[in-house]
């Protein structure tokens, strides 16, 4: 079992930056993919990056590309998402997520079966 709990949210400008960070607990840290989703009001939560077991491979979202970077240190048993050029649209509910399936498939929440508690970026115009 991984618990994990996120920080690092807050209220930026647009243009500006933000840099998440989760932490896991417990648990084997390096034997899971790590994911950030967010959620907007009214919106399905939605995959923004995730980061393999060795961290040797990443996925975006084609919203964030180029502007967000997802990292990890199984030593810190840590994951960070930085976010750059923030827009008024990045703004929602950010997850961070471990599951114990395949990097190259896990894209859904139902793939993530541990949750953090999510951390509020609101990025104003």
């Known amino acids: 079992q991984v618990q994990l709990v996120e920080s690092g949210g807050g209220l930026v400008q647009a243009g500006g930056s933000l840099r998440l960070t989760c932490a896991a607990s417990e648990g084997t840290y390096s034997s899971v993919v790590v994911g950030w989703f967010r959620q907007a009001p009214g919106k399905e939560r939605e995959i923004v990056a995730s980061i393999s077991r060795n961290a040797v491979s990443t996925y975006y979202a084609d919203s964030v590309k180029g502007r967000f970077t997802i990292s990890r240190d199984n030593v810190k048993n840590t994951a960070s998402l930085q976010m750059n050029s923030l827009k008024p649209d990045d703004t929602a509910v950010y997850y961070c997520?471990?599951?114990?399936?395949?990097?190259?498939?896990?894209?859904?929440?139902?793939?993530?079966?541990?949750w953090g508690q999510g951390t509020q970026v609101t990025v104003s115009s």
């Open positions: 997520a471990a599951g114990e399936g395949s990097f190259y498939t896990a894209r859904h929440p139902s793939e993530y079966a541990y």
